[in-house]
Nanobody, 123 residues
Framework: QVQLVESGGGLVQAGGSLRLSCAAS????????MGWFRQAPGKEREFVAA????????DYADSVKGRFTMSRDNAKNTVYLQMNSLKPEDTAVYYC????????????????WGQGTQVTVSS
């Protein structure tokens, strides 16, 4: 079992930045493929970014490419999402997730989820 706890959300003006963190505990963290997802009110949960076990492979949704950067520090059992040039449409609850096996953009492929952290971008 893997436990995931997100932090770093908040209220920011458009154009601003936030850095989300996700601390993992339980099963060996370094074996997992990690992802960030988000869900806005009335919308389905959507893929944001993912990173491979060693951190050498990253994948981003087109809507955040060039603005968001995902990284991981296996020594600290933590993944990060640096979000720059934030837009009002980035407003959502952001979730950290973990899975074994091959990479995936589908939320259904991820086995473990955090409780989420709210990000609100004002115009």
């Amino acid at each position: 079992q893997v436990q995931l706890v997100e932090s770093g959300g908040g209220l920011v003006q458009a154009g601003g930045s936030l850095r989300l963190s996700c601390a993992a505990s339980g099963r060996t963290f370094s074996t997992g493929f990690m992802g960030w997802f988000r869900q806005a009110p009335g919308k389905e949960r959507e893929f944001v970014a993912a990173i491979s076990r060693g951190g050498g492979i990253t994948d981003y949704a087109d809507s955040v490419k060039g603005r968001f950067t995902m990284s991981r520090d296996n020594a600290k059992n933590t993944v990060y999402l640096q979000m720059n040039s934030l837009k009002p449409e980035d407003t959502a609850v952001y979730y950290c997730a973990a899975k074994g096996g091959p990479p995936s953009r589908s939320p259904r492929a991820y086995e473990h989820w955090g409780q989420g952290t709210q990000v609100t971008v004002s115009s």
